[in-house]
């Protein structure tokens, strides 16, 4: 009965994420083929670069749909850790500082915050961020319940065993760059606009505790509550670089503001953000040989067959 419990959990959070990316994916097909709704312009979405980016984003969005339904399958529990980990860690670092600086902003602005007289409608605004909540609550809820019947002992022992000299030399040498990009964001929201401010805060706040998190890992003395920090971190430095870096490079009417020492600081985020990643990585291949997984028969899916029972592909991460 407990593990048909944690499937109906697994499944309906699963489910969640997916309604919730439903309006956004619909939003950029109608961007895609020539619509102008929600856009004052109507000829912005025929430019080049908007074309581009509203095909990335779609792309990106798409990414996190097959996730949700991989997070509610059994075929899900074979497909190899990187297929599921590297997707999912991108993803996670794109929404945790969206999803969370979108609800405090409403939470102290009030609907206003998203009425700034730009091309985009404030309606699409509030659907997009309320639909990024929603993603980032139901696929955060659905990858811990998957990762506990995948890896159960993974992320419960703690990171105990042999210190490495070069996940010492990595970790800190992450923290030595991400103190000051987290520190530059931080300086960068004192006086900002209350939307801009929070997600510098919350950037600067991830950086410098995701890398802090990591040399306790590296120091053997973290637990999963603890890789979680670095997680969110490493992948929110690594993904908002990339991303900002993206919208640099294509120009358009996304890019605001001069480019300059914003765009360095991006940069140097991207690469620690990445770097810390890959310690991450690391760290979890030496705790990954834990034995076979036999996930119990899940609620809403058909009967077991033969190949269900097959075990988890461990030696991939």
Known sequence: ???????????????????AMLPYLTLKVLWLTGSSIGVTDPGLMRESTMVGLNAMTFGMDAVALVLALAFSMRWGLRLPAWLVLLPLWVGTGLLAVVAVAASLALLVGGPAVFAGGGPIQ?????????????????????????????????????????RRSFHDVVAWGALVVAAPVGGTWLAWAVGAPSTQAIQGVLRGLLAIGGAAALVVLVRRRGRARTFAVAWLGSGSLFANGLYSTIVRLVGGPLVGGPTGAADLVSLFGMLTGLVMGMCGA????????????????EPLEGEDRERDRQPADHRDG
């Not at 697994?10 to 997916?18: D, E, G, P, S, Y």
Request: hydrophobic share 50%; charged share 15%.
């Open 1 to 19: 009965m407990t593990e048909q419990v944690k499937g109906i959990g697994r499944v309906t959070a699963a489910l969640v994420a997916i309604a």
């Open 122 to 162: 404030p309606w699409v605004y509030m659907m997009v961020y309320g639909g990024f909540v929603g993603q980032a609550a139901g696929l955060t809820t659905a990858f811990v319940l998957y990762a506990r019947a995948r890896w159960p002992r993974v992320l419960t022992r703690p990171f105990t065993g042999p």
């Open 282 to 297: 690391f760290l979890l291949a030496e705790r990954s040989g834990v034995g076979d997984v036999q996930p119990a028969q």
